[in-house]
Structures are given as structure tokens and as C-alpha cells.
């Protein structure tokens, strides 16, 4: 039985990642956050392990072996109404990249990670309304 080839080639997700995390850096609201998160000496590291992370969501390789959630915890600078503009972002620079069905699927990954770190930074059921 022959094995089906990766939905997005390496090469889809190299350009994915560094097109969508120049914008990043570009932002005014994100950029500043990510720029003192990485450091200006980080961000090829930070990039390749994105990539892993990133073909790991979509073809399954299980490059990726971080845990995203410790990783934003330790930003303090993160507030839930970040989620907004960062997806914004991802899903224009999906769109310009991808056709739109392969779009939508990277989109919706990309949903359901930010609802997920939200539910796992600030989720307080104790906290007072």
C-alpha cells in the first residue's frame, strides 16, 4: 500500500513560517513582544523549530518535541486579545500562499492551537465575573 505524500511540502512550510513571522516581527503590537520573547540573535533557531512544529501539525512528522503551552507561559507580555491579531495574520498570509481548501485546513489548526493556549493561559473558572 503506497503511502500518500505530505499535504504541504517542507518547502510550503518554510515559506509559511518565514513569511507569516516577518509580518509578525513587522506588527506593532505583536512585534515588540516577540522581539524581546526571541531576542535578535534567536530568531533562526526559533524559526527552524516553528517549521518542526509546524510539519508536525500538518503532515504528522513529529519533528516538533516542545510544549507550546510552557513556552507562552513564560511570556508575560501575552494577554488574550494578542490571539486576535496573530490569527489574523496567519490566516491572510495562509490565504496569499495556499489554494482554499489547503487554506482553511492550515486555518483551522491554527484555530483550534490559539483556542486551546487561550483555554491553558487564561481560563479562570474561579474568577470572579
Not at 507569516?20 to 506593532?28: D, I, L, W
Not at 516553528?50 to 513556552?71: E, H, I, Q
Not at 498570509?93 to 483550534?112: M, S
Request: proline letters at 8%.
Amino acid at each position: 500500500m503506497a503511502v500518500p505524500p505530505p499535504l504541504f511540502t517542507d518547502e510550503e512550510i518554510d515559506t509559511l513560517v518565514e513569511t507569516f513571522y516577518a509580518r509578525v516581527r513587522r506588527h506593532h503590537r505583536l512585534g515588540p513582544i516577540f522581539e524581546e520573547a526571541v531576542g535578535a540573535d534567536g530568531w533562526p533557531h526559533h524559526l527552524a523549530t516553528l517549521k518542526d512544529f509546524w510539519s508536525s501539525v500538518l503532515n504528522t512528522t513529529g519533528r516538533y518535541k516542545g510544549s507550546p503551552m510552557a513556552v507562552h507561559q513564560r511570556i508575560p507580555q501575552l494577554t488574550e486579545g494578542l490571539f486576535m491579531p496573530w490569527l489574523n495574520l496567519f490566516h491572510q498570509t495562509c490565504v496569499e500562499l495556499f489554494d482554499a481548501p489547503r487554506a482553511a485546513i492550515v486555518g483551522q489548526k491554527a484555530e483550534r492551537i490559539a483556542r486551546s493556549l487561550k483555554l491553558g493561559l487564561f481560563f479562570n473558572p474561579d474568577a470572579v465575573a
